[in-house]
């Protein structure tokens, strides 16, 4: 048996999403052979070629375009020969290949579209005259979000740079609009996905085909591609997985997603593909039985691989180079997220903490709670290294442990590591000034939390288990060593009123304002199905809108809370003063003017 594990597209174009470097580690390790394919990034890189922009350029001077976009679709449509000569220069300058061409893109002049461009005062403000490098990044991703505009609006609405039919696929309770999608015909996109999917397949001959789909935006290119094998590869397996089919299928009943795929696997996936392939008692998976109807093989099956025996991930067949750094923004905390190639990989299973009412906290990758000795960890750390020749990492745990992160800072020293990281964390008085001090000379560069609602009785209600008073010390504690933090903040939880949203606001400004913090993002609260406040919503105040069970995907739930203000009024106020604050402005603006 020989499986060949996919992330169909698309994800983030600056590194992979690591969830198939996982699994290749593990089941080679078992002496299964198991090859992988980013899929996404390798689409992303045929795009961004002259001959595909000139493809792209051709079908869109076809189109009307109208409404808002269309006047800059036209600015750039007249620009063809701008943006074919140029693309692949762009390419190779995010990809970091040739940085010469900083100068020339970090100048305003260069480019076409200067009705894209901001205006030269909030350009002075952001990058001044010495951040010529990250103006260059940033000129040259508005350059690649045009190409990426150009598709959107001439040849497939659901296409994004790094997400594909996110909107079709979210909260999809209902299979047919996809399936309606993917019974049309494959657009330019989806014929380029296709034939590098073909290349590898004639490369590698799997018996199986792995989809790991952690997002709703990959979940349309993973059945596209699926579609593809069963009509010419009849007799290959099909399985799917991730991120997005745990949290989301998890209730499927509608038997049509096995028109593409064989088999459904839930949680972490080391067992579960491991018995597939071995021919060994399956565990949480779902097929078609003898009758057409969904079965359900050992779903809850708690039987997993101890974190400390999942292995190094392995990198064989992820294409580094290919990679590109983007800046959507100047401020270099949330530039963490789109620029740099980080090596992912976790530092602990499951959430240590496991009791915030907001959090899906009765979902395996968050309950169930499994450490490693700091060795190991570093010992795989190591084994990436050396397998890319790169030692930034980013540990996506839902929250490190702090135990952890103090035995790993002392194990990276004391083994004398050249590595820099970044981390999620809570906001927990177990980080002290010692254990932040340590974590700075580890390496560690920025770290990002759930702040969530900066008031008392709300912070209460979640079960955060941390205070305001305690934060604020927290934050001081990793300001003093130099560690940059971004904040994750929510508005809307059941019984929250205007009042503490406008103190939590205040508290996020002095936070700022005081440089405890670098950046920060609102989301609304979402009442989901695995979390306690979406089992329980009575003891928050709140109550189920009635609906039915949605045969395919279920995930939010809607809901009701008497004496509950129109949240949706609030949204552009909250993100209007997090933008001037992360920028260092407003900070003398009373809250409730961001409002009005």
């Known amino acids: 048996m020989h499986l060949l594990l996919i992330t169909p597209p698309l994800t983030q174009i600056n590194t992979a999403y690591p969830a198939t470097e996982q699994l290749t580690g593990y089941l080679r390790g078992k002496g299964l052979q198991c090859d992988q394919m980013d899929l996404s990034i390798e689409l992303i890189n045929k795009i961004l070629t002259r001959e595909c922009v000139s493809q792209i350029f051709d079908i869109a001077e076809g189109v009307h375009v109208s409404g808002k976009k269309a006047i800059n ?20 300058f995010l990809q970091g290949h040739d940085s010469t061409f900083a100068r020339l893109f970090a100048n305003p002049q260069f480019w076409a579209n200067q009705k894209r461009l901001p205006n030269p005062e909030d350009m002075e403000w952001d990058y001044g005259t010495s951040g010529t490098f990250n103006q260059a990044q940033y000129l040259c991703t508005l350059f690649i979000e045009d190409i990426g505009n150009v598709i959107q609006q001439c040849i497939s609405p659901h296409f994004e740079m790094v997400r594909y039919a996110e909107k079709l696929c979210h909260s999809l309770s209902d299979f047919t609009p996809l399936d309606e999608e993917l019974a049309k015909e494959p657009n330019l996109i989806d014929k380029w996905m296709l034939e590098l999917l073909e290349q590898k397949i004639s490369e590698t001959k799997p018996t199986h085909l792995g989809l790991s789909i952690p997002f709703p935006g990959n979940l349309y290119g993973g059945l596209r591609c699926a579609q593809y094998i069963k009509q010419k590869y009849p007799e290959m397996h099909i399985t799917m997985g991730g991120g997005y089919v745990s949290t989301e299928l998890r209730q499927l ?42 079965e359900r093989i050992n779903i809850d099956s708690k039987e997993n691989v ?25 401020n270099p905390m949330q530039q963490l997220w789109s620029n740099g190639h980080w090596n992912k990989m976790m530092l602990a299973h499951g959430c240590y903490w496991a009791k915030c009412t907001f959090c899906d906290t009765t979902l395996d990758y968050i ?15 190591e084994g990436i290294i050396k397998q890319t020749g790169i030692s930034g990492f980013h540990f996506v745990d839902e ?44 390496g560690c560069i920025a770290v990002s939390g ?28 990793f300001a003093n060593n130099g560690i940059m933090v971004h904040a994750y903040l929510m508005y809307g939880f059941p019984s929250q009123t205007e009042k503490e ?34 089992q329980e919503p009575q003891q928050f105040g709140a109550k189920h ?41 407003g900070f003398d603006v009373p809250v409730k003017q961001w409002f009005r």
């Not at 909250?574 to 001037?580: D, G, P, Q, S």
Request: glycine share 6%; net charge negative.
């Open 367 to 381: 309950c169930r709670y499994d450490h490693a000795p700091a060795s190991i960890i570093a010992d795989r750390m």
């Open 73 to 92: 679709i036209r600015i750039i449509l007249s620009n063809k020969d701008f943006y074919t000569k140029w693309v692949e220069p762009v390419k190779k």
């Open 450 to 477: 759930g702040i969530e609602v900066a008031s008392e009785r709300v912070l209460k209600l979640i079960n955060k288990g941390i205070s305001v008073k305690s934060v604020r010390e927290t934050l001081r504690n």
């Open 545 to 585: 809108i009635p609906q039915p069970t949605g045969t395919f995907a279920n995930n939010e739930i809607p809901f009701t809370c008497n004496g509950s203000p129109d949240w949706s009024r609030f949204e552009r106020g909250l993100n209007l003063a997090t933008y001037n604050y992360m920028r260092g402005a």
């Open 501 to 534: 949203l406008y103190e939590s606001l205040d508290t996020v400004r002095q936070f700022f304002e005081e440089g405890l913090i670098q950046s920060a993002f609102w989301h609304r609260y979402a009442m989901t199905c695995h979390s306690i406040s979406g």
């Open 253 to 294: 009943a509608d038997p049509r997603i096995f028109k593409y795929v064989d088999t459904i696997t839930f949680d972490d996936g080391e067992l579960p593909l491991e018995r597939l392939l071995t021919g060994g008692e399956l565990i949480r998976t779902m097929r078609l039985d003898n009758n057409g109807q969904v």
């Open 306 to 330: 101890a974190f400390s025996e999942i292995g190094t991930p392995c990198l064989d067949g992820i294409h580094t180079e290919m990679y590109l750094d983007t800046a959507d923004s100047a």
């Open 399 to 442: 929250a490190a442990p702090p135990a952890t992160l103090r035995s790993l800072s002392e194990e990276i020293l004391k083994r004398k590591m050249t590595v820099s990281y970044w981390t999620n964390i809570r906001f927990e008085s177990a980080y002290n000034n010692e254990l932040c001090f340590l974590m700075a000379q580890s």
